[in-house]
């Protein structure tokens, strides 16, 4: 299953680069210093060029950063997007502290911070599954949960979320998540 309809938005799995995406933004998987790193963060900047990283450092000037389960917002650079909500997921520390709150949060700050700068649509990497160390099974199911339960409870304000999933095996796993949150057979 890879495609659902929760709070008039329309939710779409698919494997892809998030680089390369066409929705309004899309989310970073951005450490708490901004100052970038591998992974999704690697490429974004690489794409977006350095007007990113400038913008990130003024954020980092005024506020210090940004809290693990809090998410940011800069304008896209060169990305196809026009923003980058950089969103910043736990490290995996085991699953008794606190990670699948702090994952459930970085989702919904996200998608809230796209709704109050009137961001129509977001695609999201799978945060925290990679260099941070999360379980991916765990994670679609706490990533869904939140998609799910913001947009029920803010229906109408986005038009599409996408999941964007970098293999086909992590695609897979969000497939198989996205049906059991729907509570039918895959
Ligand atoms: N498009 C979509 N997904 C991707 C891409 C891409 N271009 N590249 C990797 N992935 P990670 P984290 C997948 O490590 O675990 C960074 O160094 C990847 O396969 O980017 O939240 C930051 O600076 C994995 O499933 O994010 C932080 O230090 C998922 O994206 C730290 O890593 C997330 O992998 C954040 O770690």
């Not at 998987?29 to 974004?44: E, K, N, R, W």
């Not at 911070?113 to 977001?122: C, N, P, Y």
């Amino acid at each position: 299953m890879r495609e659902v309809t929760w709070g008039g938005t329309r939710v779409f799995l698919v494997q892809g680069d998030i680089t390369q995406q066409t929705t309004e933004a899309i989310v970073n998987a951005a450490t708490s210093g901004l100052l970038g790193g591998g992974g999704v963060d690697g490429a974004i900047h690489r794409a977006a060029g350095p007007r990113l990283h400038q913008e990130c450092l003024a954020i980092r000037a005024r506020q210090g950063g940004c809290p693990t389960g809090h998410a940011v917002i800069t304008t896209g650079g060169e990305l196809p997007a026009r923003y980058v909500i950089h969103a910043v997921g736990p490290v995996w520390r085991g699953g008794d502290n606190d990670e699948d709150k702090l994952l459930y949060q970085a989702y919904s700050n996200s998608l809230a911070l796209a709704v109050e700068k009137g961001i129509k649509s977001v695609a999201f990497p799978s945060l925290s599954t990679g260099a941070y160390g999360f379980p991916i099974r765990r994670a679609a199911s706490v990533a869904l949960r939140a998609l799910r339960e913001f947009l029920t409870l803010n229906p109408g304000m986005l038009a599409e979320v996408r999941m964007v999933l970098f293999s086909k095996r992590d695609l897979e796993v969000y497939e198989k998540a996205l049906a059991a949150e729907l509570g039918v057979e895959p």
